[in-house]
T-cell receptor, first 112, second 115 residues
Framework: DVKVTQSSRYLVKRTGEKVFLECVQDMDHENMFWYRQDPGLGLRLIYFSYDVKMKEKGDIPEGYSVSREKKERFSLILESASTNQTSMYLC???????????FGPGTRLTVL | AQKITQTQPGMFVQEKEAVTLDCTYDTSDPSYGLFWYKQPSSGEMIFLIYQGSYDQQNATEGRYSLNFQKARKSANLVISASQLGDSAMYFCAMRENTGRRALTFGSGTRLQVQP
């Protein structure tokens, strides 16, 4: 079974803090994604990575950066957290052959 | 332009009845895939069913089937014999095979199954 794990289920941070969200997958997938989920908006793509050290912006990259130093790990970074970044963050990895995406359990981030 | 449209924010269905969740999409890519995911209150995204744009037959997975009407650009999810455990958010998503690898999601439909 593919397993995608995220470092925290719930996180509370203060405005201006630097926040790291970690995602690890154990199936050697090349493609990994960070989505943000907000009510009424579905999931929106923040960034994705198709290989180590490779990344591309998604639809809403502003205020975020990412890091992919190892194939299994994809990190989302909020350089200076703001209240409008309070949301559910979902990481996914993709099987290149079937193109199915497997999701982590999500991190619910609250920025006060 | 919105690429995936789910027009039903919420749906109710009686236990053991069938329910259809609507999804329309927009793409100029001739090769694409359509997905349905279930998200229970616990938050994890559970893959349900996949339909490729060149698949001749509608996809089925157990109680889930996908009513794919290519000319109308619709990919409705049909859940037969609803169970209480089917209560969840349901998301339709699309991936364009010649475009970026990521999925584009609809806004979701919250399904509540009533006993």
């Amino acid at each position: 079974d593919v397993k995608v794990t995220q470092s925290s289920r719930y996180l509370v941070k203060r405005t201006g803090e630097k926040v790291f969200l970690e995602c690890v997958q154990d199936m050697d997938h090349e493609n990994m994604f960070w989505y943000r989920q907000d009510p009424g908006l579905g999931l929106r793509l923040i960034y994705f990575s198709y290989d180590v050290k490779m990344k591309e912006k998604g639809d809403i990259p502003e205020g975020y950066s990412v890091s992919r130093e190892k194939k299994e790990r994809f990190s989302l970074i909020l350089e200076s957290a703001s209240t409008n970044q309070t949301s559910m963050y979902l990481c996914a990895s993709m099987d290149s052959y079937t193109r199915e995406q497997f999701f982590g359990p999500g991190t619910r981030l609250t920025v006060l | 332009a919105q690429k995936i449209t789910q027009t039903q924010p919420g749906m109710f269905v009686q236990e053991k009845e069938a329910v259809t969740l609507d999804c329309t999409y927009d793409t100029s890519d001739p090769s694409y895939g359509l997905f349905w995911y279930k998200q229970p209150s616990s938050g994890e995204m559970i893959f349900l069913i996949y339909q490729g744009s060149y698949d001749q037959q509608n996809a089925t997975e157990g109680r889930y089937s996908l009513n794919f009407q290519k000319a109308r650009k619709s990919a409705n999810l049909v859940i037969s014999a609803s169970q209480l455990g089917d209560s969840a958010m349901y998301f339709c998503a699309m991936r364009e095979n010649t475009g970026r690898r990521a999925l584009t999601f609809g806004s979701g439909t919250r399904l509540q199954v009533q006993p």
